[in-house]
């Protein structure tokens, strides 16, 4: 498990010395994996979903690296602001935005909107006119461990007819997306939705429309404790699928989030109660579904962090199933179940996640008035 937490992040947990809880972030784990990607993906470029993880050391390291960036709000986009980020460069693909948002996006120089809808179409149209739209796809994301599920996405049928329709707003139907689910582990997932979205291009060439792009959304699996497709073998799939396109659109991007940011980083919480509830050994920690470990309850497959702790002979000790709580007082505030971890932990303790770089932090609060864990970068 040791070797699990240092490849997750090469980082020397000892030396630092910040309180606990806290968030540990290399950042040339992230400039690395952006370069890993863009050699897995020839030809494919990068907008960074900065919601897994809007840090501002992220979105520095990953601008300097040459990525561009995929916005869900204005404030967003005021933050890639802050580092220089011209905003044609980015793409607003949130397929239901506020129109106020899309006014404020447009005005800033936002030109490039992803929709699913007509009663979206028509707030770009009225809020931002004359900018280009693609079109999200619903796909098979069954063999994601957080699907995208029903909320975004249509059929092809009504992608087609919306992409006229946007073209008789005086909009320019620009591309189509579609996103399979974030820690997709599947490769087929993208074949299948590269496969649709070739068939969209075909019929709207018949009306004179091609495409300027085509946006593979995100997905990408990092490494927890499980293995995935690798990212090699997924940039293979999308090579070949792409040769077989009816034409290759003049941009080809994709917009990983959690691939580039899991792994970088090391989240470290005190053990601050041990109980034993009646057969069941239980753990409170000082971080909880509330403060950064949101992930471990939304996903019905649960805890998949490699784990490591203070104690010196982590990987030799008898291990006992324990019960993971957080530090509220909350009953949903319980993140892990049967997690084998050393038998002689106790309070003080620290326990180390690793690849808690994505959907960590993001989803931090103050809830119970338990701060959420402090970041720390190192590296970069
Ligand atoms: C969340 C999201 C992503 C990033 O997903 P990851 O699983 O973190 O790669 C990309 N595109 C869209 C539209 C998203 O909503």
């Known amino acids: 498990m040791t070797t699990a937490l240092a490849s997750a992040a090469p980082i020397a947990l000892q030396l630092i010395d910040v309180p606990t809880p806290y968030l540990v972030t290399d950042l040339t784990v992230v400039a690395g994996r952006y370069v890993q990607f863009l050699c897995a993906m020839p030809g494919v470029r990068v907008h960074y979903a900065m919601k897994c993880n809007s840090s501002p050391e992220i979105l ?30 980015v793409l607003y693909s949130h397929p239901i935005k506020a129109p106020g948002m899309i006014a404020a996006a ?28 693609y079109v999200r796809l619903r796909v098979d994301d069954t063999t994601s461990v957080f699907p995208a599920g029903n909320t975004f996405g249509t059929d092809n049928d009504e992608a087609y007819d919306l992409m006229l329709l946007a073209r008789r707003m005086g909009l320019q139907p620009y591309g189509v997306t579609f996103h399979v689910g974030s820690q997709c582990q ?31 959304g995100g997905g990408f699996p990092a490494h927890y404790v499980a293995g995935d497709p690798s990212i090699e073998q997924l940039g293979q799939v999308v090579a070949e699928e792409i040769a077989l396109l009816p034409y290759r659109p003049a941009l080809v991007t994709a917009e990983p989030g959690r691939f580039l940011v899991a792994e970088a980083s090391v989240l470290a919480a005190k ?57 509220s007082g909350h009953a949903t505030d319980v993140v892990g179940y049967a997690i084998p971890l050393p038998a002689g932990l106790t309070v003080g303790d620290v326990l180390y996640f690793g690849s808690a770089g994505a959907y960590t932090l993001a989803y931090a609060s103050n809830f119970n008035g338990f701060a959420p864990p402090t970041p720390v970068f190192v590296g970069g």
Do not use: C
Request: proline share 6%; aromatic share 8%; hydrophobic share 40%.
């Open 60 to 89: 520095r390291t990953l601008a300097a690296a040459g990525s561009a960036f995929e916005i869900s709000s204005i404030a967003e986009l005021r933050m890639l602001q802050v580092h220089g980020v011209d905003p044609a460069d």
């Open 106 to 133: 447009w005005k800033a120089g936002v030109r490039r909107f992803g929709f699913d809808s007509p009663g979206e179409l028509a707030k770009i149209a009225e809020n931002a006119p004359d900018s280009a739209v």
């Open 186 to 216: 599947s490769t087929g997932a993208w074949r299948s939705a590269i496969r649709q979205a070739g068939e969209l291009m075909d019929r709207l060439r018949d009306e004179g429309i091609e495409l300027e792009m085509l946006d593979l």
């Open 271 to 327: 053990v601050i109660g041990r109980e034993l509830r009646g057969e069941e050994h239980w753990l409170y920690l000082e971080v909880g579904a509330y403060h950064g470990l949101m992930e471990s309850l939304q996903s019905p497959g649960g805890w998949d962090y490699p784990m490591s702790s203070s104690l010196p002979d982590h990987d030799a000790q008898p291990t006992l199933p324990f019960t993971i709580a957080g530090p």
